[in-house]
């Protein structure tokens, strides 16, 4: 029999899971993963690709002892992991980020010896840089929406550049961290052309770029911009023919599609560090939330009463909405065609009488070759829910109750709004809160305003710190990740999408007071998979499937060779439709209960975009009296 492993790198753990060829899982194990935060910046999040890789060789050797699977079982292994900046030296040992060394924080202990060699998605030390980015009117910005966010990797890298001793720099190699762990897994520099595209301004040879600036129109050559690297002051970058962030594609690097077999598989290293054989199979790696596309869409879904959906065609896929749920949400939609959805250049520049609309992408070869994504996002929401429940006063008494009952903290919330229902003789639990109006931007916006700068808003306080409150809080909170996803897909949709499905990964998916709600919100069925907290997971093994298949068929030794063999890259469909299991369908709340709700959902709508008009007006009306 073969078998697979996937790993996953989330924001605060390493995954692994052992499936076999049919999707079954017959193992699953994480570890938890250290951030560093400087005592002094609350922008700075950064880890350790040390700390990560030690993590992800625990939960190898962990699903092999657990599943009783010999490693010479293991034909094929695929990784995945957040959208970080990690940062090596030219032979692959980690370089400083941080500026924080013992009780000294500057930019001397940058580039040096240090064990936070990675900054994290979630840093937002580089809003100067990407603001500067922004101005430029570039041709790669039309593919992160006309704005790119402060949370990439090309003003993640500037930052570096404008604060590190120039000599240290120019001996570093960038990797977005999934290109990274394919690195430390195999020797091989070869990239993914999901990581380069989608988060490091890579723009697939062929396409055709619009400058804003100038108004000329070039066509991408070797996928890397020198125009917009140098104009934005990583000229070291392109002097070098763009070696330290993997090389021009033919020339100096290898770019590959996703799943595609890197190198020659695991290093003799690697694999004694993670319990494996030598040789076997790597897959070119993706972003987490693209794993989570992989090991979702595919799915047949069944409803409640039964009713089994068709299987899906890889350009029915459209249709299906991947949404990616853990401490944020991604939101991912894949077509035949780019869909540019347009931002603005410059936040000096917003217009602020309407809301800006900015999604990531499209990007052009993210999974499979000519095919695009577009990336929607909310920047905080299963860490929101816990953010608000956490600094409630009424936070100690519910902990209290979980203890004494064993029920969860979600659990116990969701009985009390069914009591406060019952009480007030509610029609729906959002009729609790009919009131209470929550903006949830807390850690500003990703889509579909790309304003990092927006915060969020309650309307509706009182002076209640019981248990009640706690749990209408908590119902609020849902309600606004709910409507805010509402936003992002009429976005999508207005713009040239065909959204009708939501396909749910990650923890959040296992929240079904918020699944109902977002069926209903949407008014389209909601779809989970059986294992949801797994799907991410799940998808970087059927990469490591994929690229054990693949590596029997051709071997990749050159760029032309990549490309050549990407037109197979269709078979990956036919692996996720083979390995996907069947899902479970959330439908709205139909009749009259589900009419009533909808009515009362459509006015905290209204009032939900009421209030992106009213904090950017306020925001520029104090800006105006600072002048």
């Not at 790119?148 to 003003?155: D, I, K, N, Q």
């Not at 917009?228 to 002051?233: C, M, R, T």
């Not at 962030?245 to 598989?265: D, F, T």
């Not at 047949?300 to 068709?310: H, I, V, Y």
Request: hydrophobic share 40%.
């Amino acid at each position: 029999m073969e078998y697979f492993i996937g790993f996953d790198v989330g924001t605060g753990s390493g995954r692994a899971c052992l499936v076999d060829r049919n999707g079954k899982l017959l193992a699953d194990h994480s570890a938890e993963t250290q951030t560093h935060r400087s005592p002094s910046d609350h922008r700075i999040f950064e880890q350790s690709t040390e700390d990560i890789w030690g993590a992800l060789a625990q939960c190898s050797k962990r699903v092999l002892a657990d599943s009783g699977v010999s490693p010479k079982q293991i034909k094929g292994v695929g990784f995945d992991a957040t959208c970080s900046l990690a940062v090596t030296d030219r032979n692959g040992r980690p370089v400083s980020v941080s500026r924080t060394k013992g009780e000294n924080e500057d930019d001397a202990n940058l580039g040096g010896e240090g064990e936070w060699n990675v900054i994290l998605w979630a840093d937002h030390r580089a809003e100067e840089e990407a603001d500067a980015i922004n101005a430029t009117g570039e041709g790669v910005l039309n593919f992160v929406g006309g704005t790119m966010s402060l949370e990439m990797e090309a003003p993640k890298t500037l930052w570096l550049k404008k604060h590190m001793d120039a000599g240290k720099f120019k001996q570093c190699m960038f990797f977005d961290l999934p290109d990274y762990l394919t690195y430390r897994a195999t020797g091989s520099l070869a990239r993914s052309n999901c990581s380069l595209a989608c988060k490091y301004s890579y723009v697939p040879p062929g396409t055709t770029m619009e400058h804003a600036s100038d108004g000329t129109t070039e066509v991408s050559e070797y996928g890397w911009s020198k125009r917009f690297f140098d104009k934005i002051g990583l000229e070291d970058i392109t002097a070098r023919d763009f070696e330290q962030v993997g090389g021009i594609p033919g020339k100096n690097g290898l770019v590959l599609s996703a799943g595609q077999p890197v190198g020659n598989g695991l290093s003799q290293e690697a694999a004694a560090q993670l319990g494996l054989i030598e040789g076997t199979a790597v897959g070119s790696a993706v972003i987490d939330a693209y794993s989570g596309w992989i090991g979702t869409v595919a799915a047949a879904s069944r409803a409640d009463d039964g009713q089994l959906s068709e299987a899906a065609t890889l350009d029915g896929a459209a249709s299906r909405l991947a949404a990616v749920a853990g401490t944020s949400t991604c939101h991912l939609a894949q077509t035949k065609e780019g869909i540019m959805v347009p931002g603005y250049v410059s936040r000096a520049e917003v217009d602020f009488s309407s809301p800006a609309e900015s999604y990531w992408g499209p990007y052009r070869n993210a999974i499979f070759p000519d095919y695009w994504l577009n990336e929607g996002g909310q920047s905080s929401t299963g860490q929101l829910i816990d953010f608000v429940i956490a600094k409630h006063a009424a936070y100690p008494q519910l902990l209290e109750l979980s203890k004494s009952t064993g029920k969860s903290t979600y659990e116990l919330l969701g009985d009390q709004l069914d009591k406060m229902q019952a009480v007030a003789k509610a029609s729906t639990r959002v009729h609790l809160t009919k009131d209470l109006h929550f903006y949830p931007d807390l850690h500003g916006n990703r889509s579909p305003l790309a304003d990092p700068k927006m915060r969020g808003m309650i309307t509706g306080l009182e002076l209640d710190a019981s248990l009640d409150d706690l749990a209408a809080k908590f119902s609020v909170t849902l309600e606004a990740i709910a409507l805010q996803t509402r936003h992002i897909v009429e976005t999508m949709n207005a713009k040239g999408h065909c959204i009708d499905s939501i396909y749910m990964s990650g923890s959040q998916a296992k929240n079904l007071p918020l699944m109902r709600l977002l069926a209903t919100v949407l008014d389209m069925p909601v779809v989970l998979p059986p294992h949801p907290s797994a799907a991410v997971v799940f998808g970087s093994a059927i990469l490591g499937r994929f690229a054990y298949e693949a590596s029997r068929t051709y071997s990749i030794q050159s760029q032309a060779d990549a490309d050549r063999a990407a037109q197979d890259s269709v078979k990956l469909w036919d692996i996720m439709v083979d390995m996907t299991p069947t899902a479970t369908r959330v439908e709205p709340m139909r009749g009259e209960k589900g009419a009533t709700e909808r009515k009362l959902l459509q006015a905290k709508y209204e009032i939900f975009l009421e209030s992106i008009e009213i904090q950017k007006r306020w925001r520029q009306r104090i800006a105006e009296a600072i002048a």
